[in-house]
């Protein structure tokens, strides 16, 4: 499909093809190209006309078949006829400019466009659809409405439309949750964007590579049987129950020897530093003890008795794995699926936030926090600062919606 | 007859207009249709209050008469919010209306420059689209170099009381037909506004006993830096309505101009009749009416907060079901005017009507409401009638330098609907624009005008002096935790020091009581008591007001960024055709102008934003 648009979209889809008729709207039409591409070479053509459309301008959508010649022919002649190409993302900050999307509706786009999982697409639909600016219009709007009763008992003394300062800074706690709810899913969504990044460690052999081929459901680590084959730290991505999961595997631990093996080892001290998931294999053909690791503060661990079938027993809280006999691996995927859920949250929980909001939201919070309701004029500075924070994020004027606010909920005399 | 300026009208906006342009050396010529309604009060017979108290304190600070005036009709002072900081200070002055007039209708005479003349002004005349005279009623003409329009409610007025309706510009007097018509034709575009006023009482048919007495305050504080004292002479009282009063409104409600269709203008939202009140706050079991004298000698008295146009026999059951008014005896009756105002946007930031040059407004006929806004506007108008007749640039001031600037700007900038009443709210800048530093903001311009005189401002300067130096003495004066030390900060500020720290870093803690520091601090004994606690607040704002100052910075210098000449709008990707045309039609010069065109988008001043530092760094 070529787009086109701008006030000459028309003019120029006109002179790719004939039979266009700009004055049927809305309609998909059937048109023929010209010059060199046709006789006989057809497309669908759909005109649209401002301000109904995706960006908000006159419109045209070519519908081509997908013969790299005709679209090629097709871009050069309308750049002949006086069409520029799009740069990254114009249509949508042209939408953006026509208020057909505010700011975060185009974030959501962008997003939606780079999905690579159920839940990044799932996010950035509904911030598509709006939900993340309905959410912040709350949170604004009940900002406002404590800022307008600061500002009506400052503007209005006369008539002893003194606010209760605790009204106010309950009112603002209550702010401050929802900020910090609405952060803590941005912190989830984050982590879903860069995946939740679980770790195999263990001992030399211990079936971390086994463990990790069979997660990833092709080989990619060499399996071999003598201790020390991984020498390298392995990562792949993958998808757990909708999420991007980046899994890592790392060399065996304690292995002592050559240049490539200390390396490896220090590579994977590194990678546990930054797991959100430990998954921790204690083999069950040695006799050593279950290996005590030192894990980053927050990270889950899953405890797991690899090679079970060689052997009984195990620990308290070891999952028995094994390999061979498939023994406890889809309790395993399951109990790893809830984990790395259990980090992300659910798509139907809370609205998740990306980093830029993030900011502005801590912003807000910063200066809420510091907010002095024993004395309203700074009081309500601080609620502007805090407002402005949010301002960023959609954009709008504030000064005229307090006002309405004061006088939706205030009856003044002169 | 002609003349350097003429004045239409001689109202709050009209004799502020008149007496400064006069006073910067032009010959003036003031139209009015009733000599004797010179300086009027038609509604609250009162000056200031929050957000209008600062506009008075600017305007006296330019050396404008509105706070001069007040302070010698005042009854009663009362400073609203005055246990809170000076940025919310509401100076207000009850005024004997007679006495106000009174005062300056003989400023007015007595000033070199003017003549005062009765007569109705039908219509302006120009030339080349330049205004060069008005027409008056008699058939006289009167050439003018400028000409200031300060019609108020008299245009095309029409009042309403129940059923009944009349043309006219206030309770007894007549509306001002022609020179609206006028206004339309050299181009302006009218709208049709409303406001009201309350009934006014006999002072005697009241039972005092049964309603609340409100005294003025201890220190009653002067506006005007002319006056050196001022005192209370009366006291107002106030009441409550009771729940029958929803009952007797909604029962009678058909029969109000306002509900019934009779009106067509817009009312303000700040100043609702009290139907109006009933209708939108039906669960206000009470509303507070304050009742005022209007005259130290007179009857009448003022109900402040029962503004109305409901028919007389309405008005005298609402009013009459109130406790302590059982008896009332109505003088007047309360009536709502609907009359014409220029549309917003059609003036420049000097009050130049933008259509038609030689032209200012000023007042409530730009869709203002309140003495306060009107004296504001008629002052910056008066003066830039003046600097335009010399060739020199007009008096703008910003919205980060003065209230007057708030008002001006969105007078001229922001599309109202309703009339438009001054409230701090309304300024991004609050903190730095307290009554406290109105006189440092806008003084030496005053000076440099003429309109103040160098020894007032010079007096005035040591003043600041003596807070500055204050307030840097508690900045920087160590306190170290001695007992001695501890003693005194006890006794002052009725808190315990433990660690070294300043008298400032004292002062901030949220457990101080300001006013009790105030009046205790040693260093601040010197100071008069007002003083003391503007340092105190100073103090205690300032990581606040630095904060602001640099918001007023980082606007300013967004406001100033410069759009080159040859900058092509067509050339910026994203930009919706509505702008282009806004930009293209108006060719702004700064960013500051184009954010304020009608239809520029905040993303589209992003977008110009971002292409403009661009620019700069290649």
Partial sequence: MVRLSGSEAARIAGAVCSGLDPDRPWRAQLVELSGDLGPGERAVAIPYRAPRSATGEDMVELVLHGSPFVVG????????????????????????????????????????????????????????????????????GELIATLAQLEAGLDFAAQGADPDPDIAMRCLARVGQEIDRLVSGGERRELARG??????????????????????????????????????????????????TVLVDTAGLGVGGGEVEREGVARAGAALAEA?????????????????????????????????????????????????????????????????RELVGHEDGPVAVGARHRRALER???????????????????????????????????????LDEVFATFCIGK | MRADVVVVGAGHAGCEAAIAAARMGARVIVVTLSRARVGHMPCNPAVGGVGKGHLVAETDALGGVQGWAADRAGLQFKTLNRSRGPAVWGPRAQCDKNRYSQLLRGLLLGIHGVELIEAEVVGLESDDGRVVA???????????????????????????????????????????????????????????????????????????????????????????????????????????TLEVVQRIIEDNLHRSPLFSGQIVGIGPRYCPSIEDKVVRFPHHREHTLFIEPEGLD???????????????????????????????????????????????????????????????????????????????????????????????????????????????????????????????????????LGIDSARERLMARGVELGL????????????????????????????????????????ACRVEITAPTTWAGVLRRTD???????????????????????????????????????????????????????????????????????????????????ARLPGVTPAAVAILAGWLSRRREV
């Fill in chain 1, 73 to 140: 022919r097709v871009l050069e002649r309308c750049v002949a006829a006086g069409a520029r190409p799009a740069a990254p993302g114009e249509f949508t900050r042209r939408a953006v400019a026509n208020g057909k999307l505010d700011l975060l509706q185009a974030e959501a786009v962008r997003d939606l466009v780079a999905a690579e999982t159920r839940f990044e697409y799932q996010s950035a639909q509904r911030q598509l659809s709006g939900e993340l600016s309905r959410e912040l219009g709350r949170v604004r």
């Fill in chain 1, 195 to 244: 995946g939740v990044r679980v770790v195999l460690v263990g001992a030399p052999n211990a079936g971390k590579s086994t463990l990790f081929n069979r997660l990833l459901c092709r080989p990619r680590a060499i399996v071999a049987d003598a201790p020390g084959t991984t020498r390298d730290v392995l990562e792949a991505t993958t998808e757990i129950d909708g999420v991007k």
């Fill in chain 1, 276 to 340: 959100h998931v430990a998954v921790v294999l204690w083999p069950a053909d040695t006799a050593q003890g279950p290996p005590q690791l030192a894990l980053p503060p927050g990270g889950r661990r899953l405890l797991v008795r690899s090679k079970a079938d060689l052997a009984p027993g195990g620990g308290e809280g070891w999952l028995r794995v094994s390999a061979r006999t498939g023994e406890g691996f889809a309790e395993l995927e399951a109990r790893l699926a809830s984990v790395v």
């Fill in chain 1, 364 to 402: 807000a919070r910063a200066e809420l926090a510091a907010v002095d309701t024993g004395t309203p004029e700074l009081a309500a500075e601080g609620v502007r600062w805090a407002l402005a924070a949010l301002e960023e994020l959609v954009g709008e004027v504030l000064t005229e919606d307090v």
């Fill in chain 2, 134 to 240: 008005v027409r008056l009623g008699d058939g006289r003409r009167v050439e003018a170099r400028a000409v200031i329009v300060t019609t108020g409610t008299f245009l095309d007025g029409v009042l309403h009381t129940g059923p009944e309706r009349r043309a006219g510009g206030r309770e007894d007097e007549p509306a001002s037909r022609g020179l609206g018509n006028s206004l339309a034709e050299h181009g302006l575009e009218l709208r049709r506004f409303k406001t009201g006023t309350p009934p006014r009482l006999h002072r005697d048919s009241l039972d005092y006993s049964r309603l609340t007495e409100e005294q003025g305050d201890d220190e009653p504080r002067p506006f005007s830096w002319r006056t050196r004292a001022v005192r209370n002479r009366c006291l107002c009282w106030s009441a409550r």
């Fill in chain 2, 298 to 432: 007179g009857e009448s008295m003022y109900v402040n907060g029962l503004a109305t146009s409901l028919p007389r026999d309405v008005q005298e059951r609402v009013v009459r079901s109130v406790p302590g008014l059982e008896r009332a005896e109505f003088l007047r009756y309360g009536y709502a005017v609907e009359y014409d105002v220029v549309a917003p946007g059609q003036v420049s930031a000097a009050l130049t009507a933008r259509a038609v040059p030689g032209l200012w407004l000023a007042g409530q006929v730009l869709g203002t409401s309140g003495y306060e806004e009107a004296a504001g506007l008629g002052l910056l108008a008066g003066i830039n009638a003046a600097l335009a007749l010399r060739g020199e640039a007009p008096l703008v001031v910003g919205r980060d330098e003065g209230y007057l600037g708030v008002l001006v700007d969105d007078v001229v900038h922001v599309e109202h609907r309703e009339p438009y009443r001054m409230l701090t709210s309304r300024a991004e800048h609050r903190l730095l």
């Fill in chain 2, 452 to 491: 103040v005189p160098k020894r007032a401002f010079h007096v005035e300067h040591l003043r600041w002096d003596a807070r500055e130096r204050a307030r840097q003495e508690l900045e920087r004066t160590r306190l170290n935790p001695s007992t001695e030390t501890r003693d005194a900060v006890r006794r």
């Fill in chain 2, 512 to 594: 101080v009581d300001p006013a009790l520091a105030a009046a205790g601090l040693e260093a601040l004994s010197d100071l008069p008591s007002e003083d003391r606690l503007v340092v105190v607040s100073r103090v205690r704002y300032a990581g606040y007001l630095e904060r602001q100052r640099k918001e007023v910075a980082r606007v300013r210098r967004l406001r100033e960024a410069a759009i080159p000449e040859a900058f092509e709008p067509r050339a910026l990707p994203g930009l919706s055709r509505e702008v282009l045309e806004a930009l293209e039609r108006h060719r702004p010069r700064s960013l500051g102008e184009a």
